[in-house]
């Protein structure tokens, strides 16, 4: 009886059942995801698919929501399964949502299959939404897990760079400056990059804390005191 009332509450809760082009609003996202969550916790294999099933009409152009079907799918087991409900989204109205297709990536590359990861990132990129940077760092990262000539690597974040404005910028060269320091060893390079991130996005607080825990790394005593110090004033 009590979960029957807690389903009822949620059943309650969804305004629009059918699909429309118009965004739903954040409420209604919540209660889908709520009741996903009670479904979850303490439904069937098949009451859970028939709710993703029905969730998915009204939130069809919600990335989210396909990959946590997909991802219910593969702790289940079902590899194939998983990845049909990435191809429906890509194929359907979802096509257009970058997300997607760093979702799907995720998944092939965790299934050891990188060759189709690097297709669906590099589509991501040149024919849905160049300069994204979650996919750019995404690949960069499959990349560099595959081991790609460091260089390549290299060109592949300036290319980026260039691309990219505000918060998306500062999260690139980060990931550039990290890269150089942490992977290639170049604490040079990663100095000047973080200094460009500092130059080129002043009024992103997240560059500033990067470059002093890397200068932290280095010269621990002096340089503490120097960015607190350029923080507070800032």
């Not at 300069?131 to 690949?139: M, T």
């Not at 992103?204 to 005593?221: D, G, L, N, R």
């Amino acid at each position: 009886l009590e979960d029957g009332n807690r389903r009822r509450t949620f059943e309650y809760g969804i305004r629009r059942p059918y699909f429309h082009v118009k965004p739903l609003e954040e409420a209604q996202l919540q209660n889908w995801n709520r009741y996903l969550d009670l479904e979850l916790r303490e439904g069937t294999p098949n009451t859970i698919l028939q709710l993703f099933e029905r969730c998915l009409v009204p939130c069809c152009l919600y990335p989210s929501f396909w990959n946590r079907y997909a991802t219910f799918l593969e702790s289940r087991g079902e590899v194939e399964a998983a990845r049909l409900v990435y191809q429906r989204a890509s194929g359907q109205l979802c096509r257009r949502q970058p997300d997607i297709y760093v979702f799907h990536a995720a998944f092939e590359e965790a299934c050891g299959n990188v060759d189709v990861a690097r297709w669906l990132l590099h589509y991501l990129l040149e024919h849905v939404a160049p300069g994204y940077v979650k996919g750019i760092v995404q690949l960069a990262d499959l990349e560099r897990r595959a081991g790609t000539d460091h260089n390549q690597l290299d060109s592949m974040y300036e290319a980026g760079i260039t691309k990219a404005r505000g918060k998306g910028l500062a999260l690139l060269l980060l990931q550039h400056a990290r890269f150089s320091h942490l992977v290639r060893g170049d604490v040079a390079k990663a100095r000047r990059i973080y200094n460009r991130a500092v130059d080129v996005c002043p009024d992103v607080k997240a560059v500033y804390i990067a470059s002093m825990h890397f200068e932290i790394q280095q010269c621990p005593a002096q340089v503490f005191f120097f960015f607190f110090s350029f923080l507070v004033v800032r």
